[in-house]
């Protein structure tokens, strides 16, 4: 079966840095972009970032501009979201997802794989 399963998450303080990994299976995931959503306790989804298959293009929310960057090691059909200067309105259920459709399924949140997730909690 298909599955992407996050890993990295966990308890930090506000100004901290933690990396997120996207481990993807049971498919070859090439042309396909991946990238990163999140969902606060209590609110919506919220799209994060997306990446290429190649990894030359990228896409980033304005919220986490700067601060998030994502890339990806195809070879190891992994994804990651390196988050810096950490918030507590970062806090949230961070999920990976997969598409290969254009950039208006990102910001519809149409994708045709996701991950369960993995909490993220940043403490002040």
């Known amino acids: 079966q298909v599955q992407l399963v996050e890993s990295g998450g966990g308890l930090v303080q506000a100004g901290d840095s933690l990396r997120l990994s996207c481990s993807a299976s049971?498919?070859?995931?090439?042309?396909?972009?991946m990238g990163w959503f999140r969902q606060p306790p209590g609110k919506e989804r919220e799209f994060l970032t997306t990446?290429?298959?190649?990894?030359?293009?990228?896409y980033y929310a304005e919220s986490v501009k700067g601060r998030f960057t994502i890339s990806r090691d195809n070879a190891k059909n992994t994804v990651y979201l390196q988050m810096n200067n950490l918030k507590p309105e970062d806090t949230a259920v961070y999920y990976c997802?997969?598409?290969?459709?254009?950039?208006?399924?990102?910001?519809?949140?149409?994708?045709?794989?996701w991950g369960k997730g993995t909490l993220v909690t940043v403490s002040s």
């Open positions: 049971g498919r070859t995931f090439s042309g396909y972009y």
């Open positions: 990446i290429s298959w190649s990894g030359s293009g990228t």
């Open positions: 997802a997969a598409d290969r459709g254009p950039l208006g399924n990102w910001l519809s949140h149409r994708m045709e794989y």
